[in-house]
């Protein structure tokens, strides 16, 4: 066994040994309850390290801080079992021990599993392109935005009226509709000044939302840059119509799938409203503006639900 800070590493084949030699040690599946009870090491108790109780369950399962434990988590790409060693020695346990490679290296060296599914082949955690077509829950779904200028920070949101996805052959497309006369102010919440920023905002000065009620949303491509689920997965292309102007953005975002036939998109980028000609208050337009002044970027912050 190899000591790697203050926590040993062990091998399947070396675990398999002491279990075969009836050896006084406790077994932890550091993985979610789900994951455990299809498939998991014969006498393994489960503690979840994402759980915020992890520290405590541990303690219950074992209170004797001498006692030989075996943590195993997925396999070599994951750190599930190698977090949840750093948390054990932190708390004073004198003999942890990781399985290198976890349960995918077990399964490979052939040793047996139990469970209600032992058999199963996980899927990883990664956006599965389905052909299918989708349809935007526009309750669930929202625009965050956020303008500023020197002396403020106003913030709100914008919903949807409606939107479609479709993926096909591995590509992904989908329009978009924005309810500009749903424009929403958060920051004023019962302020006097509250109703007087959302009319300037949709007057001509900006939106102009009386003869350009929605604004329009189209991909026109979106390009795969990563797996993962925690950081921007795709990189999206498309056309913004608003106030009548047409102009082509790109911005990266970060598609999930969800159990049921859902996905998920969340984004967040700033945007340069003069190039849709919303210049009011952009010092690239006019002079002596005083308090008048607005910066030009919006920043905007999407999350689409569509089924």
């Known amino acids: 066994m190899e000591d790697t800070k203050s926590f040993a590493k062990i091998t399947a084949e070396e675990l ?14 550091t993985l979610p309850k789900e994951l455990f009870e299809k498939r998991h090491l014969p006498g393994a108790q489960n503690s979840c390290v994402f759980q915020v ?13 001498d006692r030989e434990v075996v943590l195993y988590g997925s396999s070599r790409a994951s750190h599930d079992s190698v977090t949840a060693a750093e948390k054990l020695v932190r ?9 290198t490679g976890g349960l995918a290296a077990w399964k490979e060296a052939g040793y047996p599993l139990t469970g209600n599914d032992p058999d199963s082949v996980d899927e990883n955690d990664q956006f599965r392109l389905d052909n299918r077509s989708y349809t935007v829950d526009i309750e669930q779904s929202i625009i965050e935005w956020t303008g500023r200028n020197p002396s403020s920070t106003h913030y709100g949101t914008l919903r949807l009226l409606r939107g479609d996805i479709t993926i096909q052959q591995g590509k992904l497309n989908g329009t978009f509709e924005i309810d500009m006369h749903s424009l929403k102010n958060l920051n004023l919440e019962g302020n006097e000044w509250q109703p007087v920023l959302i009319a ?14 929605a604004a329009r949303f189209t991909i026109d491509s979106a390009r795969r840059i990563g797996a993962s689920l925690s950081a921007p997965n795709f990189e ?19 598609i999930s799938n969800l159990p049921g036939g859902v996905i998920t998109a969340e984004a ?6 003069t190039q849709w000609k919303i210049i009011y208050g ?8 005083g308090m008048h002044l607005v910066f030009d970027p919006v920043s905007i912050g999407l999350r689409i639900v569509a089924r």
């Not at 708390?91 to 399985?99: A, P, Q, R």
């Open 53 to 65: 109780v992890f520290p405590s369950e541990v303690e219950g399962i074992v209170p004797d801080r």
């Open 268 to 273: 967040h980028f700033d945007l340069d409203r």
């Open 91 to 99: 708390l004073g346990y004198s003999k942890v021990c990781v399985l």
């Open 282 to 289: 952009s010092s690239r337009y006019f002079e002596h503006l």
């Open 200 to 213: 300037h905002l949709k007057s001509d000065d900006f939106f102009f939302a009386a003869k350009f009620p």
């Open 236 to 254: 999206v292309e498309g056309t913004l119509e608003l106030r009548g102007v047409r102009n082509d953005m790109k911005f990266l975002a970060t």
């Open 16 to 29: 398999y040994d002491k279990i075969s030699q009836k050896t006084d040690l406790i077994i932890i599946d």
